[in-house]
């Protein structure tokens, strides 16, 4: 049930791409991403909904693929800030929810 | 607003020892949540409430009650702790069940010897 995240970890220079993969076996409603830095708690980015629709940040694009029941998170130009662990959360029939396991993200000067 | 409050912050149980985990919301959300992280599981849910008056079982519910004494408070009691519930707990709101985003209180770091 819970969605497979890929990669685990990354290291990034500051201004560089990356992208942060999430995986499910079920249908999904909706996918939400979150970014927890350590010792805190998690805060939400972005949801991206079944048909469409997305609500989040401006800075911070998603993909939501329906059929696959796959979801990406894109970040460009790093910065400095964007430091932390990196989780999707899945929606699914029957008041269903699942985080991943995690992408742990490290820009570095 | 505070969002979401939680406490206590930190505390050290012994195995056997009940105790009950407290959280309250001032967005007046429908929804709330119990999870436990576990180093390298990521969050996982114990248990949630999608209105007042109603609880459902999460991933991981064995070990756990929870009340929602009223729309906006929630709470988790350990009956019985053991060590295997050493973890951070995290309570969480939400407008609806489905499609708003989750709000998340600062954690409880729990230990249990």
């Known amino acids: 049930q819970q969605p497979v995240q890929s990669p685990q970890a990354v290291i990034l220079r500051e201004g560089e791409d990356a992208v942060i993969n999430c995986s499910s076996s079920?249908?999904?409603?909706?996918v939400h991403w979150y970014r927890q830095k350590h010792g805190e708690a998690p805060v939400f980015l972005m949801i991206?909904?079944?048909?469409?629709e997305q609500k989040g940040h401006d800075k911070i694009s998603a993909s939501f693929n329906e059929k696959k029941q796959q979801s990406s998170l894109y970040l460009t130009a790093s910065q400095l800030s964007y430091s932390g662990t990196y989780f999707c959360?899945?929606?699914?029939?029957?008041?269903?929810?699942?985080f991943g396991t995690g992408t742990s993200l490290t820009v570095i000067p | 607003n505070a969002g979401v409050t939680q406490t206590p912050k930190f505390q050290v149980l012994k195995t056997g020892q009940s105790m009950t985990l407290q959280c309250a919301q001032d967005m007046n959300h429908n929804s709330m949540y119990w999870y436990r992280q576990d180093p390298g599981m990521g969050l996982r849910l114990i248990y949630y409430s999608a209105s007042e008056g109603t609880t459902d079982k999460g991933e991981v519910p064995n070990g756990y009650n929870v009340s929602r004494l009223n729309k906006r408070e929630f709470s988790l009691r350990l009956e019985s702790a053991a060590p295997s519930q050493t973890s951070v707990y995290f309570c969480?709101?939400?407008?609806?069940?489905?499609?708003?985003?989750?709000?998340f209180g600062p954690g409880t770091r729990l230990t249990v010897l």
């Open positions: 079920k249908a999904l409603y909706s």
């Open positions: 959360g899945t929606e699914m029939a029957g008041n269903q929810f699942y």
């Open positions: 991206l909904l079944k048909g469409g």
């Open positions: 969480a709101s939400s407008g609806d069940r489905v499609g708003n985003e989750q709000f």
